[in-house]
């Protein structure tokens, strides 16, 4: 309905805060909103979720995070107020990576999420966040992914082995490591 809403903060509570656009104050619930300052000119990308008995509109910082979101609100078991609490880390980049990896132990020690949801998530959501990683990726990387991706590698294998290398490398340095390690 709402893909963003650009304004002002006009108030900031602990689990939301209010966009003023032409004269509306938006109540957004948002992952972290202290992130925000009052009277702060913002964008924030907006999910709006209906249900039988609710009716929230969700706001986010990025547009990644807004996809991780919608991705996490997906899965069996998990609803926006679990779904908040791990965005409200705002290390997305982590999530994914922890997601990927099918880390259960750093997923678990978000509030709501225990092992099982955590399992849960890995399951229905591993291999299927590239796409958000893509935007999470160092400049220098999209040089190597398209390298590694012409040689004939998959996303997934080309992701696994760009979390490994140092992106501050030159791009041959990090072409090098990274046939380096999808060989053995």
């Given at each position: ?160 082995v760009m979390k490994k290398i140092n992106p501050d490398q ?15």
């Open positions: 309905m709402y893909a963003y809403i650009d304004g002002t903060i006009t108030e900031i509570k602990p689990s939301y805060i209010v966009v003023e656009n032409t004269g509306i104050g938006y109540l957004i619930i948002s992952p972290n909103p202290y992130g925000y300052h009052i009277n702060d000119l913002v964008r924030i990308y907006t999910h709006h979720y209906v249900r039988e008995d609710i009716n929230n509109l969700y706001g986010f910082k990025s547009l990644e995070s807004k996809e991780l979101f919608i991705r996490l609100i997906g899965v069996s078991g998990i609803g926006p107020k679990s779904a908040l609490s791990i965005l409200a880390s705002d290390a997305i980049k982590d999530i994914v990576f922890a997601i990927e990896e099918g880390n259960v132990k750093y997923l678990t020690k978000f509030p709501g999420i225990g092992i099982k949801s955590a399992q849960q998530i890995i399951l229905d959501l591993k291999g299927k966040l590239i796409d958000v990683a893509d935007e999470l990726a160092p400049s220098n990387g999209n040089d190597v992914e398209d390298a590694l991706s012409a040689l004939g590698y998959s996303k997934l294998e080309i992701k696994k030159p791009v041959e340095v990090m072409i090098k490591s990274a046939l380096q390690m999808l060989m053995k």
